[in-house]
């Protein structure tokens, strides 16, 4: 696993709860998209380390498959495939246009800024932000979309809308 990722992690708990996520979604992505995606020349990923994939996991299990997830600040979007059985999945981030995604049968993939692209989607989206550093276009997700996971590594999570105490309550999970 990354050495970045130690001091990120609360206690074993949080450990646990991040190793569990991403052994699910190893589960779900076919093993050859997984290697074709991982040797990519500026991939950040690792098998141990699909991104901060908990909130992504909870919200998953809980969101009903009627609604349409937009993932802001998605990256490779490895977690598409957490959604796939959504009514869609789409994810936003800049990056670099020689990085392939992941995609699932269900996504749509947008290249662009936050504040660019945020009233292009509907506000009874759901809407999620897992480890984005842009803490001012953060803001401007939450005050559009009332279903929404707001979650960064180390800091309080904020999470409200439909499903928002089970998915609060799995993310707290102990045991």
């Known amino acids: 696993m990354r050495d970045f990722l130690g001091t990120k992690m609360e206690n074993a708990e949080a450990e646990r709860r991040f190793q569990d996520a991403t052994r699910r979604l190893l589960r779900l992505i076919p093993p050859r ?5 991982l040797v ?9 380390f699909l991104g901060f994939m908990e909130p992504y996991d909870a919200v998953s299990r809980f969101l009903p498959e009627k609604y349409e997830v937009i993932d802001f600040g998605c990256y ?3 977690q598409s495939f ?23 049968k269900n996504s749509f993939m947008i290249s662009g800024k936050i504040q660019e692209v945020l009233n292009w989607f509907p506000t009874s989206s759901y809407a999620i932000c897992s480890a984005v550093p842009d803490f001012d276009a953060v803001e401007l997700v939450k005050e559009r979309f009332p279903n929404h996971c707001i979650t960064y590594p180390g800091k309080t999570d ?9 998915i609060q309550k799995f993310l707290r999970r102990v045991g």
Do not use: P, W
Request: net charge negative; glycine share 4%; aromatic share 10%.
């Open 158 to 166: 904020d999470i409200a809308g439909v499903r928002a105490e089970e």
């Open 82 to 104: 957490f959604f796939q059985n959504h009514r869609r999945y789409v994810g936003v981030d800049v990056y670099d246009e020689k990085l392939q995604r992941f995609s699932t």
């Open 40 to 48: 990519q020349d500026t991939c950040e990923l690792e098998e141990d």
């Open 76 to 78: 490779m979007a490895a």
């Open 33 to 37: 998209l997984l290697q074709e995606m």
